[in-house]
């Protein structure tokens, strides 16, 4: 059974490569949908399994991986910025605070009849950032197709974000150890 990568995602292929494994990537053709006001575990497990779900029609007999991150700031969800106003406006609210990194999981196989979704949090402290730091970020268009605005692995955000609890390959896409324990399952 081969495994399948349900995303676009640069950074998941990082971390499944990171956790030496073979994979092919067949990228959803979703939009994903605006935010709604949803429990935020949900959000990401509900996007996830949604990524999953196309892919593994396409191809019953593999194993499909499909990932969704959101950023909680509280109950409300963060999603990917659309304008440098809005990344600010996400950047601002965040700024000092403790925020949740979510990462949903879907694992699908159709021949097999499996399916597996969950997912995992990573609580972040993001560090006091200034404004000069913030106007060079925001010019700079790295907020741009990330869950919050940054990446916890990028200059400058790694500078700014400290792991409180939880795994940092969580906060970046794909939470590595749980993913691990669940491909040797099914026994990839």
Known sequence: MRLI????????KRLLLRLGMAFEVAAP???????????????AKRRALAKAAEISLLHPSDLVL??????????????????????RK????????????????ALLCESHDLAMVWAEKAVLKFGR??????????????WKGKAGGFNIDETPARR???VVSGERETAVGLPGARLRDMLARVGV
């Open 5 to 12: 990568l349900a995303s676009k995602s640069p950074r998941r």
């Open 29 to 43: 053709s979703l939009r994903e949908p605006a935010v709604v006001h949803a429990n935020p575990a949900e959000l």
């Open 160 to 162: 700014w974000i400290k």
């Open 90 to 105: 996400m950047l601002e609210r965040m700024n000092g605070r403790r925020i949740a990194a979510i990462t949903g999981v």
């Open 66 to 87: 499909g990932a969704d991150t959101v950023i909680a700031l509280g109950k409300k969800v963060l999603g990917k910025p659309n304008s440098r106003k809005e990344a």
């Open 129 to 142: 950032v200034g404004e000069r730091a913030l106007q060079n970020y925001i010019k700079s268009g790295r």
